[in-house]
């Protein structure tokens, strides 16, 4: 998830032009910025690049999460279901709108398992959100089936998957909703960032004003003279993040082709050993590459091939035990101890505390043998070979120390 590492005179000249006017912020002062409106230009790139009608950037992914969610009309005791692994900052926006997170297991996509889904559906539930982790996406024409059945609402967590596609459509632009992040590790970067696409001008109209204390924008130059019709947060881009992304919008379909053509040589790398296996990827030409997601057979050679990566210095990438707390829910002790810093309502709390004894074997068997090993821009041919190599015999070494099981 490499943005930064093309950081360059682009993302400077863009940055400069902010510098230039001194006005850091995107609503108003429409004189002194002279022209210069950056958020509103990648919004409009944003929606060109990806195909989405409606883009409202948000000053974070979590944010622009919280903002879909709240605009969806997801609050007090609803049930939203969502995946056992993703980062923390997708049940984080469930919380936020005093909504209940419902975690369920993954399969080998690494993504929500749709079986896994339809079990977990109750007079609550009100939202499937489907995270597209390491770059691929979930089965989304399942979940969408299942969302028709149900008459639920289907927001994607796009924030890993940048670029990535389904079918030939734009991951993030396939649900009623969907969100990227621009933090600092992500395809694309706006140093700090997220934005929701949307296709309904309705949803749209709600993100534009939930994210400015729920101005309605239309009061002119004077924002004095804008409308509340809703009660909103300052969820805000600034121009200068916003700047940063405009040039690194630019550059996202060169990030993407040299992302895929690294995932292709590691892959035909560790292709050699049949012990490898890959991860399902409902759509492979929309991957967008930004990890390469293996399996070992059993969780004792995967333990023993991170044991021997570690020993050579090189971080393996698992996501089940090595020093990660943020992605899968063995980690989540916060969340299962319903850790709150203030008074929450009785049903999320029981419901967080459910998870202390719940287990989720099915995911475990999955994440406990998964390795991500994340793609650099960077890699040279000569580099992914020699890491390729490594990994091979790292892969080896376990498998003559844990044979596989007859
Ligand atoms: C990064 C990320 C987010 C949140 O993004 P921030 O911009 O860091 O708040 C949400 N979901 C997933 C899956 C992510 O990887």
Redesign the pocket.
Known sequence: MPGFEFWGEEEKKEVNDVLETGILMRYGFDGPRKGVWKAKELEQEICRKFGSQYAQLTS??????TTAMAALGIGHGDEVIMPTF??V??FE?VLSVGAIPVLVDVDDTLTLNPEAVKSAITPKTKCIMP???CGSMADLDALKNICEQHDLVLLE?A??SIGGSYKGKMLGTIGNAG?F???F??TMTCG???VVMTNSEDIYTKCDGYTDHGHDHLGGPDRGADLHPFIGYNFRISELHAAVGLAQIRKVDQFLAIQKKNHTQLKQILSQVPEVSFRSVPDPAGDSCTFLSWFLATEEITVAFVEEMKAQGILAGNFYWYKNNWHYITKWDHLKNAEFLNRQAHDVTEKLRSYATQSFPASDAIMSRCISTAISLLWTDEQIKEKGEKMVAAIRKALAHVPAEV
């Open positions: 974070s992914g979590t944010a622009a999460l993703t980062f900052a997708s926006a995270v597209h982790m967590d924030c890993q969100t992040s621009f933090d590790v992500k700090e960032g997220g």
